[in-house]
């Protein structure tokens, strides 16, 4: 590690690192310097200047953000001949800048809440700035003490407002140019969906494509808006409304568990959502589900009061009447016909409590979570391994060499995780994509591995079996790496690679680059989740995947390591606590199929046949419109007695036989586990108003004591914890007062002065704890450091082995030509036109008598639809590709009439299809 270095800052000493700038060293010596265009975690832009200094002995009055340090430094900030330019240069953009906030001579008199009505433009009045009193612009003037009128001419840009695109609005009258949206864009977020633009001679910031959001290429991630200093880029919901508190929470809209800050008004409501900037998890960043999709938050159409049926409609009764009516009903039924569905957002208290209530009482393993589409995600890997947990951290990948990414659409579901993956792109990473679909992070790759649906488990062997047939990993590696290394040179030498080429239509020159590519990288991470992947080859890929990563030692690395991506916002804690399907606590995988009880996957038969008849259900039915959950929610009106737990009215409630007032997520305690196994603690961010919802800790209990189960009686959340560090081995040694401890304030200089929205709101850094702890209590943020050996997967198939069937393969990504479709308005809000059109190779074409350019008709046994042929000869005969623009979707959530808008993303599936010209059956 480098030495440190010292400067001295306005007569102030300071120590910092070789290679800092002096803007950064000040702010982390907590002293303050102007600045405007400078934003943590974007490089040094220096556009507004505002952060200019003096140095002794230097030349002129550089800009502090572009100034590197060098031992020995003197530098000057608050000097009387650094202000006067710092001034000058401010002056200058509030020449083009409505000024009314900033030259009223009422501004001392006037209220927030006064209605401006004179005095000032109509453009330049406080109240038609939807950033008034919350204006980084506004309160740097205002610290450098400027004179009220400005001797520069004031020219308002009198461009049009943005207001038609989806989630946020765009007023470029108030941009002052510093360029941030541009750069997180670019630098952080890897879309340049926003640029500079050519205006009329002069440098504006605008969309990249076109006009509108929806054809630039927009991820509507929000983190422009959470840079932007002024009130150029706000929230179309609760636009006008200032903050007068901020609470801290944890997002549960997907495993990664993103931590937030949320702005709440006088009333408690939730009026937006700020990323935690010194998260370890998020370093500041969101998407567009936690930006946007927590306006549930603030739903009226609260359940308020236990309700039970009767005479077919629901009635409010004490708690006291639901639960003795609850009890009675399970005490009589058949407890071997009963299942429990958790919630993604459910805690790890909870979740280790109805699991030990169900396994107690009821006697039964039919437990699963309604996320759990994917129930063999980490079968394998758990029992390879001993773990089913990402055995890195999500920032380590990063320091990839090489990242393959294997039937994974993280872009959309898992946004985070693309970030150090781009990041690490363009440090010199290679990215290989293994996937049918085409989705957004096949853009980036170097390498995009196309197989017919059905075969990615002979890509892998081929993969593998090019590795050591070309003698890219010899045998005294693989002896060295693994305990089987005979068993796994038996299974290559019994395969074919020219055959597995046939099979699954990926060249054997392209095995052998990702082969290369895996072979030849040092650190190589494995991000997988299965998300065409059906259930019976499962295990076999993932035991692959796994093969990868230990033949080209991987594990244990920074940089390494193999990553599931799961589904629910919390679905690792509940592996973690047993409550996934097939599970235990500490994740161990049940043994014998017959005694793994009954997975969300077979619910919908269970209940069909009879087997199921009783059911818990906590929470909403999360992608209602995938087959597995949209067939579950049509089955449970035929059971004989339905509870349910939840926040809102669903469809559920409207036959449920008992419905329970919930939590919402931001009103809890407990903590979550996250995908790189990182248990955060949440706490209430929000006021259960008028409502008599009460924790599951206490529900639990109560019912425990009606039916007179002992050990499930609790006094807090704390005390659970503590229960489940002493029997879940993971967990051991893990407490609230750990996690509490494992929080580090944060140095930032005085709140009076002015600071990006991101930094005024980090007061301290929550690191929260990483499983297992080692012996000195601290976290393990990579498993396997010290490179034990295991025994590779040695079992195969042959993959879908019928090349006759045709599939549907859909895609989406953020950007494509424009030429294809047109922005239109509907109801004064922009919607993208634009024809399906079906991609085929000229083999299947020649099979289906269609040519390029034909209008056909697409069946599935779900839908049918119209559109126009298209070749491409990439891809694998039989398969019909169909992108979408990730735009549509964006229209489509923001005007969708769901309490909770992000409940239902459609995923991008794979389906058996036909195509007929139109007019032909």
Known sequence: MEDKITIHIDGQEVQTEPGKMVLEAAIDAGIYIPYLCYHPGMKPFGACRTCVVSVVDGRGMPASCTLPVQEGMVINSNVPEVNELRKSIIGMMIAEH????????????????????????????CITCPKNERCEFKDTVRYLGMELESHLDYNYKSLPLDLKDPFYDRDYNLCITCGRCVRVCEEVRGDSAIAFVDRGGKALVGTSFGSSLLESGCEFCGACLDVCPVGALVEKENKWEKPREIKKTICTQCPVGCQLNLELNDFGRMIRVVPELDSPVNHGQGCYRSKFGLGHLNSTSRIRHPQIRKNGQLENVSWEEAISYICEKWSTGAKSQFSLLTASDSTNEELYLWQKLVRSYMATNNIDQSTNIKPKLTEAMQQMLGTGAATGSIWDLADSDTCLVFNANITEEHTLVSLPIKKARKSGAKIIVLDSREIELSRHSDLWIRPYPGTENLVLLGIITMMINEGLISKQQLEQRIDNSDELLELVAGLDLHEISIKSQVGEDVLKTAASLLSTS????????????????????????????????????????????????????AQDMGSLHGRLPDGKVIPGTENQGISVSNLADSIANGTTKSMLVIGELLNESHPTINGLKNKLKDLDFLVTLECYPSDLTEYADVVLPRLTFAEKTGTYTNLERRIQKIVPAMESKNNESISEIELIGEISETLKVDGLSFDSEESVMNEIASVVPSYQGISYDLIDKNVQLVLRSGYDMPKPTQELYTTYK??????????????????????????????????????????????????????????????????????????INTESAGTMKIEDGDKVTLHTNEYAANGTIRINNELPDGVIAHTSLFGELAVALQNNDKINQMADVPKLRILPASINKEGVK
């Not at 198939?797 to 030429?819: A, I, K, Y």
Request: net charge negative; aromatic share 6%.
């Open 98 to 125: 409505p000024n009314g906030c900033l030259t009223c001579h009422r501004i001392d008199i006037c209220g927030p809440s006064d209605v401006c009505l004179r005095h000032v433009d109509v453009n330049d009045r």
């Open 522 to 573: 040092d650190k190589n991470s494995i991000i997988y989740s299965l998300d065409t992947v059906n259930d019976e080859q499962s295990d076999e890929i993932v035991g692959h995947l796994v093969n990868l990563s230990l033949i080209t030692d991987s594990l244990g690395k920074k940089g390494g390591g193999i990553y599931p991506m799961r589904q629910g916002g919390n679905e690792q804690g």
């Open 766 to 839: 929550s690191l929260g704890v990483q499983w297992p702890l080692d012996e000195e209590q601290n976290s393990s943020p990579r498993l396997f450091s010290e490179r034990p050996k295991f025994s590779a997967y040695i079992n195969h198939s042959s993959g879908n082995s019928s090349q006759d069937e045709c599939f549907l393969v859909q895609g989406r990504v953020l950007f494509m030509d424009n030429e294809l479709f047109s922005i239109s308005e509907t109801d004064n809000h922009n919607i993208i036109e634009r024809p399906d059109i079906f991609e």
